[in-house]
């Protein structure tokens, strides 16, 4: 069944693709933020005069997850600055994911490139996706050379990243790398619903079930310059272990994979046939 699903995803990305050696194709870079005063302003500095050279049609989002520590303040005067820039505020931290969903939904250019607002990755390595994006791919996704984090935070990771992929049978090398670069279109086969850092698994899992065409390029991990990260604290850890059975139950167990109206499509159409 998901080999079907596959097929049918592959043909309707084809069908609207556009053709990378024709033109550049316009660009939605999407920054979610919390508590990321330290490292925002940079990032929007550096898309301000790295877009421009990527295409000639671009916006820059930026969602401000409730922070408390000056971000919002200062995006709102960066949005002053910069034409480009979209920012969104959240008045209450609703969780990373919530911050994605937010900001996709903004996106309006055929391309998404999101990254965090951290820094802990580099926002100049965005051609490096760009070079790897073609019209055979759908989604160009990161992974980190080495990891930067303090040595708890590394051996966590390591057992996520092996426990993710056996448990939701994913085949990719990082999956919590958010540093990617996809098609929009790919959100109207997939609908993103998980409020926290358990997004990722959910996302490549529909991804992948869904047919996108991925190719992975190896990107720079850094120290974290400011702010702290919520998803891997013995804090959060009992709420991401609950939500991770969620989610394993409803891609891996009920198979909720694609977008109802896309399923409820697929099956009318099954029906359709089935009485001719």
């Not at 190719?215 to 120290?223: F, G, R």
Request: glycine share 8%; hydrophobic share 40%.
């Amino acid at each position: 069944m998901e080999g079907v699903m596959a097929q049918n995803a592959i043909f309707d990305c084809e069908a609207g693709a556009f053709n990378m050696k024709d033109r550049a194709p316009s660009i939605s870079a999407f920054f979610p933020a919390y508590n990321d005063v330290g490292s925002i302003g940079k990032i929007v500095h550096t898309m301000a005069w790295m877009l421009p050279k990527l295409t000639d049609d671009y916006e820059v989002i930026i969602v401000n997850d409730g922070s408390t520590d000056g971000t919002g303040g200062l995006l709102d005067l960066l949005a002053q600055e910069y034409a480009f820039l979209k920012i969104i505020h959240h008045g209450v931290n609703r969780g990373y994911g919530a911050a994605l969903i937010t900001g996709f939904a903004n996106c309006s250019k055929e391309l998404i490139f999101y990254t965090d607002g951290d820094g802990q990755y580099d926002v100049e390595e965005l051609p490096r996706l760009l070079d790897a994006f073609n019209d055979q791919v759908d989604i160009v996704n990161g992974f980190k050379i080495s990891r930067s984090d303090p040595r708890h935070r590394v051996i966590i990771g390591r057992i996520y990243q092996h426990l993710m992929r056996a448990t939701f049978q994913l085949n990719v090398r990082d999956v919590d790398c958010d540093f990617r670069l996809f098609r929009r279109r790919v959100f109207e086969r997939v609908e993103l619903t998980c409020d926290s850092g358990v997004i990722c698994v959910e996302m490549m899992k529909k991804f992948q079930a869904n047919g996108c065409r991925m190719a992975e390029v190896p990107v720079h991990h850094y120290h974290r310059s400011s702010g702290r990260s919520q998803f891997f604290s013995f804090k959060h850890l009992r709420r991401v272990f609950i939500q991770l059975f969620s989610a394993w139950w409803k891609l891996v167990v009920r198979r909720e994979l694609t977008r109802p109206s896309v399923q409820l499509g697929r099956r009318e159409t099954v029906a359709d046939r089935q009485r001719n």
